[in-house]
């Protein structure tokens, strides 16, 4: 008699490339975490989350022959439904970056380290999606008194 068996079938290994990403994003949370200015505190908290995002689209998309070209957070919800509010919290913080790389906004210190959590929540929750074990916590953030 034949049984059928009802466990998952492994996953394929994951791309050089999205490990790649993986481990880009780790590092910019651990320059976020020592980060000498709240500007680039904020700016490295939110590329950590763009190249989390990345590395799920790589390993989860498929080429398209879309030309029009449209950044991570307008894909993501495609590609993985459940982080679309993810999506649209990160689309909004992007503005922000931007502003903070031109130096026309100013960094407010809860604001970057807000980020900052929501960036490491995120880059578990994509670990997770890949089927990864999650990492080490990030070493404790101590804000330091006159930081900027």
Do not use: N
Not at 19 to 47: G, I, K, T
Not at 116 to 122: K, N, T, Y
Request: with cysteine.
């Amino acid at each position: 008699m034949m049984t059928t068996r009802t466990a998952t079938a492994p996953r394929a290994p994951l791309a050089s490339t999205v490990l790649d990403l993986l481990d880009r994003s780790r590092a910019s949370l651990l320059s976020a975490c020592h980060a000498d200015s709240v500007a680039e505190r904020y700016v490295e908290a939110h590329l950590a989350a763009l190249r989390a995002a990345a590395a799920l689209l790589a390993a989860r998309s498929r080429p398209s022959r879309r030309s029009q070209l449209r950044s991570v957070w307008e894909v993501l919800p495609q590609v993985a439904p459940e982080l679309t509010e993810w999506a649209v919290f990160f689309a909004a913080s992007a503005k922000r970056r931007a502003a903070l790389e031109r130096g026309s906004a100013a960094a407010v210190a809860r604001e970057s380290d807000d980020l900052l959590r929501q960036s490491e929540i995120f880059f578990e929750l994509v670990q997770g999606a890949l089927g990864l074990p999650m990492s080490r916590p990030l070493p404790e953030f101590i804000s330091v008194t006159g930081r900027q």
